[in-house]
């Protein structure tokens, strides 16, 4: 004898989106536009983030009516890592691949204490600056918010341990994908997602504006860093064409009223190129910029990429410049970067594949 099975009926203007689509903010509208109660939605949230599971069929407190309908009108499909490569200093780089078949990296970073994943808000960047490789690789989309929390989920699962920290520093420029990244966050912030606190959840901007000043009214305490790498604005122009119109005032302007409204101060990041942009002069001009601010800076030496011809400034000078900021006051710190052995350091992510 055949079953019957009873038809689904699902609201005609209910749009088909995929769950990563949706932000955790969303969730109750859609169990209501689906008859159902308000509370499902924090049982979503914990099956598809806090116990993952890779199917509605999984969801074992919905009914099979219930995951039917989720099933046609919020397609759920999980990111999978296509590839993972380990340095020899323990940083893994992953190629992550979205079920659209766009490739995005991300980068775990172990320590004794804590785990830090380096992640994407975007496929791709279209600021073009000379020293990245992503910038060189142009923009193809942006990521969902389900998608930029997946990238930590994977991290966490193939290290087997929690995560403990993010940056939003990977391909991409996070506030021109501001809405989704914010929503984002808030999954990787939320008890109901994976439970990272805001003050370990730091945006890295290569200084849009509008974003800094909306970021500035967002009641998380999320951290704030800053791409600067030269507070001279030709120089600056030339290795971000695409912030041409992000002028250094209107930067100053929005990362001070940015303290003003937060009470938090950002970091400035200065990546180190030999030549021009390492003299003296550049180096007093920022450091002037950051003792206006009570800013810290991050002091980066640039890392190589594939056709690129910027090169970090030798040790001695990299220790010269890290004294001009002691000398003034001004807090810096000269970051040991990891993984450049895998192309997983800061500025070569460009979704390579190791060759055999």
């Known amino acids: 004898m055949t079953r ?64 039917a309908k989720l099933a046609l009108v919020a397609p759920l499909q999980r990111a999978n890592v296509v590839e993972c490569q380990t340095s020899t200093d323990g940083t893994r780089k992953y ?109 890295s901007t290569s200084g849009l504006v509008e974003g800094i000043d909306r970021f500035a009214q967002e009641p998380e305490q999320f951290t704030l860093a800053v ?5 001279i604005q030709g120089t600056r122009d030339a290795l971000m064409p695409g912030l041409a119109t992000q002028t250094l005032d209107k930067l100053f302007l929005a990362l001070d009223n940015y303290y003003l409204e937060s009470g938090r101060r950002p970091s400035l990041e200065f990546a180190l190129i030999d030549g021009p942009q390492t003299e003296d002069k550049e180096v007093s001009e920022i450091v002037r910029f950051a003792k206006r601010l009570g800013a810290h800076v991050n002091l980066i030496p640039i890392n190589p990429i594939t056709n690129g011809e910027a090169k970090p400034p030798s040790r001695a000078r990299i220790t010269q410049i890290a004294r001009a900021f002691e000398e003034a006051h001004v807090t810096a710190t000269v970051r040991m970067e990891r993984g450049g052995d895998i192309a997983a350091a800061c500025g070569q992510l460009a979704n390579t594949y190791r060759k055999a």
């Open 4 to 67: 019957y099975v009873p038809p689904i009926n699902i609201p005609s203007d209910l749009p088909v989106r995929r769950i990563f689509a949706y932000g955790l903010d969303e969730y109750p509208a859609l169990f209501k536009a689906l008859g159902q109660p308000k509370f499902r939605a924090k049982q979503l949230a914990e099956w598809l983030y806090a116990n993952p599971v890779g199917s509605y069929e999984e969801m074992t407190n919905f009914s099979e009516d219930l995951r």
């Open 95 to 203: 190629l992550i691949e979205f079920d659209d078949g766009e490739i995005v990296e991300a980068v775990g970073l172990p320590t004794k204490d804590r785990l830090t994943v380096c992640l994407s808000s975007q496929a791709g960047c279209a600021f073009g600056c000379t020293f990245c490789a992503t910038g060189r690789a142009g923009f193809r989309r942006n990521l969902l918010p389900g998608e930029i929390a997946e990238q930590v989920r994977l991290v966490e699962q193939d290290f087997g341990r929690r995560v403990s920290n993010v940056v939003v520093m990977g391909q991409g420029e996070p506030f021109a994908n501001y809405d989704a990244v914010l929503s984002g966050l808030r999954i990787l912030n939320s008890e109901q997602g994976l439970n990272i606190g805001a003050r370990h959840i730091t945006v």
């Open 227 to 231: 791409s600067l790498h030269s507070a």
